[in-house]
């Protein structure tokens, strides 16, 4: 019951989301009130994403800067990621390397990227609507299951740690290590990240699923 209220939760937050368009990622105040939504309804990694996107679109944007621990060093706002402070102002630079990467979290999904961060929350919330539309379409059919785990996404922004491994693909699904690569650094990526999603979620639906089976 726990999981089913959280997941109406979500759907709910993706409506309201919808409802808007994309304009409503330069929308600070918006994306706040979303944000206080969220983390009403439990969905705490989808209010830490919504309020990290009121920061991007309004640096100073008192709601979101009292969520999320902002602090004023030498007259500017900045956002601590991990040890280290970050002026809010920059927060939609690209980390430098995949050491600096964003860590993400939602109702299903992990993900970690070195993309700019509006890319990857954008990634991370068309993951979970992508997850929406596949439970839609083939839960009762496949008989798919709720995953117990979070799945765990790598969206590499620059090609060099992107894995040699992957044979020259622009991405793939391990699931030995229950991961997914994806090579974002140059366009078009987004159709091969939904790609890859379709064998992630199928997997983690079936397989992996408790009292689950079947292959894709």
Same mark, same amino acid.
């Given at each position: #019951? *726990?999981?089913?209220?959280?997941v109406?939760h ?5 409506? =309201?989301? #919808?409802?808007?368009g994309p304009?409503?990622?330069? #929308?600070?105040? !918006?994306?706040a009130?979303? !944000? ?5 309804s ?6 830490n994403?919504?309020?990290?996107a009121?920061?991007l679109?309004?640096?100073?944007q ?15 706002w900045?956002?601590?990621?991990g ?6 102002e920059d ?6 390397n ?10 299903h999904?992990k993900?970690?990227?070195n993309? @700019?961060?509006?890319n ?6 068309d993951?979970? =609507?992508?997850?929406?539309?596949f439970?839609?379409l083939? *839960? *009762? ?8 785990e979070?799945?765990?996404f790598m ?8 894995p ?7 991405g793939?699904?391990?699931?030995? #290590?229950?991961l997914?690569?994806?090579?974002a650094?140059? @366009? @078009? ?10 064998h ?6 079936t ?8 292959d894709?």
């Amino acid at each position: #019951d *726990q999981v089913d209220s959280r997941v109406r939760h979500l759907d709910s937050l993706l409506d =309201r989301m #919808d409802a808007r368009g994309p304009s409503i990622m330069k #929308d600070g105040d !918006a994306l706040a009130e979303l !944000a206080q939504f969220a983390a009403a309804s439990r969905l705490s990694g989808e209010a830490n994403l919504l309020f990290l996107a009121a920061l991007l679109a309004n640096p100073e944007q008192p709601v979101a800067l009292e969520a999320l621990g902002c602090r004023e060093r030498k007259g500017s706002w900045s956002y601590k990621k991990g040890s280290k402070w970050i002026r809010n102002e920059d927060l939609g630079l690209a980390p430098e390397n995949w050491k600096g990467r964003w860590e993400l979290n939602s109702t299903h999904y992990k993900v970690e990227s070195n993309q @700019p961060l509006g890319n990857a929350i954008r990634s991370v919330l068309d993951l979970e =609507r992508f997850y929406r539309q596949f439970m839609e379409l083939f *839960q *009762q059919e496949l008989t798919l299951l709720e995953p117990l785990e979070s799945m765990d996404f790598m969206i590499h922004g620059d090609a060099a740690s992107y894995p040699e491994t992957s044979g020259g693909r622009k991405g793939r699904f391990y699931p030995g #290590d229950l991961l997914t690569h994806i090579n974002a650094s140059s @366009p @078009p990526w987004h159709d091969t990240l939904l790609h890859e999603a379709v064998h992630h979620v199928f997997y983690m639906t079936t397989k992996r699923a408790k009292g689950g089976k079947g292959d894709i």
